[in-house]
């Protein structure tokens, strides 16, 4: 016959094993992977494409674009998306990022501005614009993930997107 001490014991246990379960699906045990880095002409920033992913068997991804400064030490995510396995980041200059991304994907998070610089009286804006190009099943199709403008320039299936 149980007691209530056992019960006690019982539920405790029960609870600390699902604690421990959840806490290991979190975002704090995420494998991270660098897809693609691309700095700033001036290199003031550099932009980043990676993949994070966890949870084991009932696990999740998704892949992220970032800005961040040359330390690491500040850092904005400007694109989240969901199977969106390929990204082209091309600096049109020191303050101005395209990113082009799959048309199949699912874009869950997008900012178009991530910093800002007072000079002077002057306040300066970096910005991104963000552009979809043709794919298939969330890779490109004519294209790989890499730095600079993309290879099939002025290819019509492209469509910039504005907030």
Same mark, same amino acid.
């Given at each position: 016959?149980?007691?209530?001490? @056992?019960? +006690?014991?019982?539920?405790?246990?029960?609870?600390?094993?699902?604690?421990?379960?959840?806490?290991?699906?979190?975002?704090?045990?995420?494998?991270?992977?660098?897809?693609?880095?691309?700095?700033?002409?001036?290199?003031?920033?550099?932009?980043?494409?990676?993949?994070?992913?966890?949870?084991?068997?009932?696990?999740?991804?998704?892949?992220?674009?970032?800005?961040?400064?040359?330390?690491?030490?500040?850092?904005?995510?400007?694109?989240?998306?969901?199977?969106?396995?390929?990204?082209?980041?091309?600096?049109?200059?020191?303050?101005?990022?395209?990113?082009?991304?799959?048309?199949?994907?699912?874009?869950?998070?997008?900012?178009?501005?991530?910093?800002?610089?007072?000079?002077? @009286?002057? +306040?300066?804006?970096?910005?991104?614009?963000?552009?979809?190009?043709?794919?298939?099943?969330?890779?490109?199709? @004519?294209?790989? @993930?890499?730095?600079?403008?993309?290879?099939?320039?002025?290819?019509?299936?492209?469509?910039?997107?504005?907030?």
């Amino acid at each position: 016959m149980c007691t209530n001490d @056992s019960w +006690l014991l019982a539920k405790q246990v029960i609870t600390a094993s699902l604690l421990a379960i959840l806490c290991a699906c979190g975002k704090e045990n995420a494998d991270r992977r660098v897809v693609l880095t691309c700095a700033a002409p001036d290199k003031t920033h550099v932009a980043e494409f990676y993949i994070e992913s966890g949870g084991g068997a009932a696990g999740w991804q998704e892949e992220l674009v970032t800005v961040r400064d040359p330390q690491g030490k500040k850092s904005t995510v400007v694109l989240k998306m969901n199977r969106g396995y390929d990204v082209i980041l091309s600096w049109r200059s020191d303050l101005a990022l395209n990113i082009y991304y799959p048309d199949t994907a699912r874009v869950d998070h997008w900012q178009n501005e991530f910093d800002y610089r007072l000079t002077g @009286s002057e +306040l300066s804006t970096w910005t991104d614009d963000l552009m979809k190009l043709p794919s298939k099943s969330g890779s490109f199709v @004519s294209e790989k @993930s890499h730095c600079g403008p993309p290879r099939t320039q002025g290819d019509p299936g492209s469509e910039l997107i504005r907030p």
